[in-house]
């Protein structure tokens, strides 16, 4: 099956400076993918939408430089959350989706901002 | 605009009882309906999908009735387990819009011995 892997599961950072979280397709060409933000209890927000080799769409709202992606290849997407806040803390998950497979999701990461 | 109603919030199930949670989508060009269950700290997981060419889909425990006319959709889940406790997320996508999944609510899932 589709196996997405996303790291760090948990990152703390200072406020000021900026953090990376990695989502990978391991055994699939992802040629989309897709990164949310998830607040405790409450649904999935999509934060933007990735296709390889191209500019990522960003959802109304949200703040493209604060919040960096790279699609760089059919296999790797990064979010660069740049000069990261106390109010960045959340839980952050990526999902990849390719031609075969449907919409699978990385595990997470915690990102804590003190 | 939130396309995607899903009902209950929570719900407390008997183990051995029947779970039943209910989506309901405003966007009539929706043609892909998942259900993905997500337990604390990890990544949603798909556990079922239906298509509107069909009415109902089950694997194992799991049953998703779809109406199209009434454009609801809801899951199942049979023989309730304590290890079924998590969050249920429904969810809809148009093939070729873009792919984007819209998620409904979520339903926090609560099986008890």
């Known amino acids: 099956g589709a196996v997405v892997s996303q790291h760090p599961s948990r990152v703390i950072c200072k406020s000021g400076t900026s953090v990376k979280i990695e989502c990978r397709s391991l055994?699939?060409?992802?040629?989309?993918m897709f990164w949310y933000r998830q607040f405790p209890k409450q649904s999935l927000m999509l934060m933007a939408t990735s296709n390889e080799g191209s500019k990522a769409t960003y959802e109304q709202g949200v703040e493209k430089d604060k919040f960096l992606i790279n699609h760089a290849s059919l296999t790797l997407s990064t979010l660069t959350v740049t000069s990261a806040h106390p109010e960045d803390s959340s839980f952050y998950i990526c999902s990849a989706r390719g031609t075969t497979y449907g919409y699978t999701f990385g595990s997470g990461t915690r990102l804590t901002v003190v | 605009q939130q396309q995607v109603k899903q009902s209950p919030q929570s719900l407390i199930v008997q183990k051995g009882g029947i779970s039943i949670i209910n989506c309901a989508y405003e966007?009539?060009?929706?043609?892909?309906f998942p259900w993905y269950q997500q337990f604390p700290g990890k990544g949603p997981a798909l556990l079922i999908a239906?298509?509107?060419?069909?009415s109902e889909k089950k694997e194992g425990r799991f049953t998703i009735s779809f109406n199209k006319s009434a454009k609801q959709f809801s899951l199942h889940i049979m023989d309730s387990q304590p290890g079924d406790s998590a969050t249920y997320f429904c969810?809809?996508?148009?093939?070729?819009?873009?792919?984007?999944?819209?998620f409904g609510t979520g339903t926090q899932l609560k099986v008890e011995l």
């Open positions: 055994d699939f060409q992802a040629t989309t």
């Open positions: 969810a809809a996508s148009i093939t070729g819009g873009g792919n984007k999944l819209t």
């Open positions: 239906i298509r509107p060419d069909v």
């Open positions: 966007n009539t060009a929706f043609d892909y």
